[in-house]
């Protein structure tokens, strides 16, 4: 007689919210489905860091959509269903060993490498310099914005395969001064440089494009509630961000040059983008006495 297939792993999410563990399947008579039917017939894979927020589920439904697998990386308890494997961010364990586990964990589950890391995590808040409450604002905006993109940019330095394509979220508003809301354009202006660096890295693959996506306002559940009364049809869909994306990691044709930060508002419904080149600044000698 035929021996019985020995039981499969399933990857399930950590009671204790530290991603994913390794348990068997020993129910007589089923398998495991973990990678998904679909999932192991696909030939590329992407990582969304922020999967589970407003932006980060435009991203993975664009995905699954193209055909693309995807692995969801998020804050325990904000996973995202539509993905083929979630992976939690432990944000009260060490830095440096978190990250090295997720490397480690992300290796296994692609180990010919990622075709895309988008980095969808982030929030807001306001306030000004001269408020002092506006301290613990700037040193939120730098966990959350600023270092969920550091964590994108290491993973992809390390996991994207050549010719793959990152991108990280930054923010329109911090192209200008932020006086009201200081914490937030400080996280999003240091993410504009991170792309711009990371781009110039020479510990990327061969090939990979590095590109900065700029919202002006997106159109989110949470923003709808956080400004009730502005005009909601000036505002981004978070679809049309995924959608592009998406279409950017499939053909490099279509890719703004590496290093660009790209702003997305939207005009009469239609969302418009806008490639900021990285050009060197022009800088003018100042005098001994002044200028």
Same mark, same amino acid.
């Given at each position: 007689?035929?021996?019985?297939?020995?039981?499969?792993?399933?990857?399930?999410?950590?009671?204790?919210?530290?991603?994913?563990?390794?348990?068997?399947?020993?129910?007589?008579?089923?398998?495991?489905?973990?990678?998904?039917?679909?999932?192991?017939?696909?030939?590329?894979? &992407?990582?969304?860091?922020?999967?589970?927020?407003?932006?980060?589920?435009?991203?993975?439904?664009?995905?699954?959509?193209?055909?693309?697998?995807?692995?969801?990386?998020?804050?325990?308890?904000?996973?995202?269903?539509? &993905?083929?494997?979630?992976?939690?961010?432990?944000?009260?364990?060490?830095?440096?060993?978190?990250?090295?586990?997720?490397?480690?964990?992300?290796?296994?589950?692609?180990?010919?490498?990622?075709?895309?890391? &988008?980095?969808?995590?982030?929030?807001?808040?306001?306030?000004?310099?001269?408020?002092?409450?506006?301290?613990?604002?700037?040193?939120?905006?730098?966990?959350?914005?600023?270092?969920?993109?550091?964590?994108?940019?290491?993973?992809?330095?390390?996991?994207?395969?050549?010719?793959?394509?990152?991108?990280?979220?930054?923010?329109?508003?911090?192209?200008?001064?932020?006086?009201?809301?200081?914490?937030?354009?400080?996280?999003?202006?240091?993410?504009?440089?991170?792309?711009?660096?990371?781009?110039?890295?020479?510990?990327?693959?061969?090939?990979?494009? +590095?590109?900065?996506?700029?919202?002006?306002?997106?159109?989110?559940?949470?923003?709808?509630?956080?400004?009730?009364?502005?005009?909601?049809?000036?505002?981004?869909?978070?679809?049309?961000? =995924?959608?592009?994306?998406?279409?950017?990691?499939?053909?490099?044709?279509?890719?703004?040059?590496?290093?660009?930060? +790209?702003?997305?508002?939207?005009?009469?419904?239609?969302? +418009?983008?806008?490639?900021?080149?990285?050009?060197?600044?022009? =800088?003018?000698?100042?005098?001994?006495? =002044?200028?």
């Amino acid at each position: 007689a035929r021996a019985p297939n020995p039981p499969l792993p399933c990857r399930c999410r950590s009671p204790h919210g530290r991603g994913i563990s390794e348990q068997p399947s020993h129910l007589p008579g089923t398998r495991s489905l973990w990678p998904p039917p679909q999932a192991a017939m696909r030939t590329r894979t &992407a990582l969304v860091v922020g999967g589970g927020g407003s932006l980060g589920r435009s991203l993975v439904k664009a995905l699954r959509n193209a055909g693309v697998a995807s692995i969801s990386l998020d804050l325990p308890g904000a996973g995202n269903r539509l &993905a083929d494997e979630v992976l939690s961010y432990d944000a009260a364990r060490d830095w440096k060993e978190e990250l090295g586990r997720l490397r480690r964990e992300l290796h296994e589950a692609a180990p010919t490498g990622l075709d895309l890391v &988008a980095h969808a995590a982030g929030t807001w808040a306001g306030g000004s310099i001269s408020e002092i409450d506006s301290l613990d604002s700037i040193s939120s905006m730098s966990f959350i914005n600023l270092r969920s993109a550091i964590n994108a940019s290491y993973l992809g330095v390390h996991l994207l395969r050549p010719g793959a394509l990152m991108m990280l979220t930054g923010a329109a508003a911090a192209l200008e001064p932020t006086p009201g809301m200081i914490g937030y354009g400080l996280s999003k202006a240091a993410t504009h440089h991170l792309i711009r660096s990371v781009a110039a890295d020479p510990s990327l693959a061969p090939g990979c494009t +590095v590109v900065g996506v700029l919202p002006d306002v997106l159109d989110t559940e949470g923003n709808r509630a956080a400004m009730p009364d502005a005009d909601f049809s000036a505002w981004t869909n978070p679809d049309a961000v =995924g959608d592009r994306v998406v279409r950017w990691m499939g053909d490099k044709t279509l890719r703004p040059e590496s290093g660009s930060l +790209v702003k997305v508002h939207t005009v009469n419904g239609k969302a +418009v983008w806008t490639e900021f080149r990285q050009v060197a600044a022009e =800088g003018v000698e100042l005098s001994a006495t =002044g200028p």
